[in-house]
Nanobody, 126 residues
């Protein structure tokens, strides 16, 4: 498994932007796809975005497409989630996750990930 530490959470106004970061350690970061998920109070954890091991392929949930961008810097063992045009319904704890298989193109399925960060809270005020 890999250790993941998210940062960048906080309180944001509607329409604002925020960038989340997730630093990985413990295995070869550059060979694993990464994902971002979120969980709002009283709701199940849901997929937000994923990026392939090389960074060449990305995929987004419909709810964030066109507003959020996932990227990675393999030299820094870091994956990012740039969030723009934030809405109150984006309020949640955001988690980064590492795919369990090497050289994956990424996935929207939670069981495909075997390492999770502790989460960082994003609160969007209306």
């Amino acid at each position: 498994q890999v250790q993941l530490v998210e940062s960048g959470g906080g309180l944001v106004q509607t329409g604002g932007s925020r960038r989340l970061s997730c630093v990985a350690s413990g295995r070869t970061f550059s060979t694993y796809a990464m994902g971002w998920f979120r969980q709002a109070p009283g709701k199940e954890r849901e997929f937000v975005a994923t990026i392939s091991w090389s960074g060449g392929s990305t995929y987004y949930a419909d709810s964030v497409k066109g507003r959020f961008t996932i990227s990675r810097d393999n030299a820094k063992n870091t994956v990012y989630l740039q969030m723009n045009s934030l809405k109150p319904e984006d309020t949640a704890v955001y988690y980064c996750a590492a795919h369990r298989n090497m050289f994956s193109s990424g996935s929207y399925r939670l069981p495909d990930y075997d390492s999770w960060g502790q989460g960082t809270q994003i609160t969007v005020s209306s």
